[in-house]
Nanobody, 122 residues
Framework: QVQLVESGGGLVQAGGSLRLSCAASGNLGRINTVGWHRRAPGKQRELVASMTTGGSTNYADSVKGRFTISRDNAKNTVYLQMNSLKPEDTAVYYC????????????????WGHGTQVTVSS
């Protein structure tokens, strides 16, 4: 089991910045990928950014160049630095961790935090 707790959301004006944090606890040894999704009102959940244990990152096209995912292994925490925020970034942001169940066949369970609200005013 992995527990994830997000923090750092809030209200910010367009052009501003926020840093989200995701503190992980539990059985962390088999985590393969960590990252962030978001769900805007009336829209489907979408991947924002992810990072593998090897450090490879992936970003949604809409946030490339503005958002940066990072991690602090000593603190078991994943961050999402969000700069140049736009009103369309308004959403609930969810931290997730993909935990390896088996390697043959490949099977991963996703664990999710409860989310943190980010609101960007114009």
């Amino acid at each position: 089991q992995v527990q994830l707790v997000e923090s750092g959301g809030g209200l910010v004006q367009a052009g501003g910045s926020l840093r989200l944090s995701c503190a992980a606890s539990g059985n962390l040894g088999r985590i393969n990928t960590v990252g962030w999704h978001r769900r805007a009102p009336g829209k489907q959940r979408e991947l924002v950014a992810s990072m593998t244990t090897g450090g490879s990152t992936n970003y949604a096209d809409s946030v490339k160049g503005r958002f940066t995912i990072s991690r602090d292994n000593a603190k078991n925490t994943v961050y999402l630095q969000m700069n140049s925020l736009k009103p369309e970034d308004t959403a609930v942001y969810y931290c997730y961790a993909g935990v390896i169940v088996t390697t043959i066949p490949w099977s991963v369970n996703d664990y999710w935090g409860h989310g943190t609200q980010v609101t960007v005013s114009s």
